[in-house]
């Protein structure tokens, strides 16, 4: 055998070497991508849709869903409080504190409003704050303009003694929302008693109704 037909079958095996090994990294390729790739030789994959904790739940149109099942405190800053028409009775004046929801959305009071009267330009407070009387309610949902009320009594501090009463002129009500740490002025001129030891209560409140 010449020496240039030895050079063409070392070639020959080299070539066919090289073909069996471009074959077995071809079939590794596909078995770390998971088998056959999808078309355009990529293998395809569904990405599950991102959730964030806390999201309000979506709809099929993509839309947040209406007001849920379990609406959130009415805030003070939502809400416009007033004194309704009074009821005299003996010995006391009754009127509704009615809340109104000033906001663009579903809300709930559930409870005891706490009220007292306050006076002077740095709004102190006078006398005991109101009396809870009764027993607490249930939860009542205010859409955007609805309103509810808390039964008020007003007593006419004229009936204590003056020296354990001292009758003192008061602005208005400072009034706490049921569920709420800021309070909101309400004006009313009257006298309070500005003793701490009274026979009775100058101010009780009931719990929050519809209206």
């Known amino acids: 055998m010449t020496q240039t037909s030895i050079a063409r079958g070392a ?4 070539a066919a070497a090289v073909g069996l090994l471009l074959a077995g ?7 770390v991508n998971g088998g056959t790739p999808a078309a355009g030789g990529t293998p395809s994959a569904t990405a599950a849709p ?25 805030p003070t800053s939502a809400l416009r409080i007033t004194l309704g028409e009074a009821d005299a009775g003996a010995g006391s004046v ?15 009071l559930r409870g005891f409003p706490g009220v007292s009267y ?18 607490r309610g249930g ?6 303009g609805m309103s509810a ?20 002129p008061v602005r208005g009500l400072r009034v706490y929302p049921p569920g709420n740490t800021e309070a909101a002025f309400v004006p009313f001129g009257t006298t309070g008693c500005a003793g701490e030891q009274l026979p009775g209560d100058q101010l009780s409140v009931r719990t929050m109704t519809s209206r």
Do not use: K, W
């Open 11 to 14: 070639v020959a095996a080299g």
């Open 25 to 31: 990294c071809s079939g590794g390729a596909d078995e």
């Open 50 to 74: 991102a959730t964030t904790p806390g999201a309000a739940p979506v709809t099929s149109a993509g839309t947040a869903t209406p007001d849920g099942p379990n609406p959130p405190n009415c």
């Open 94 to 108: 009754y009127r509704p504190l009615i809340f109104t929801n000033a906001g663009g959305t579903t809300c709930q």
């Open 118 to 135: 306050v006076a002077g330009d740095d709004g102190h407070q006078v006398g005991p704050a109101a009396a809870m009387s009764g027993e």
């Open 139 to 144: 939860e009542v949902r205010l859409g955007p």
């Open 149 to 168: 009320a808390a039964p008020l009594q007003l007593v006419n501090v004229q009936n204590f003694d003056a020296a354990v009463c001292r009758p003192t």
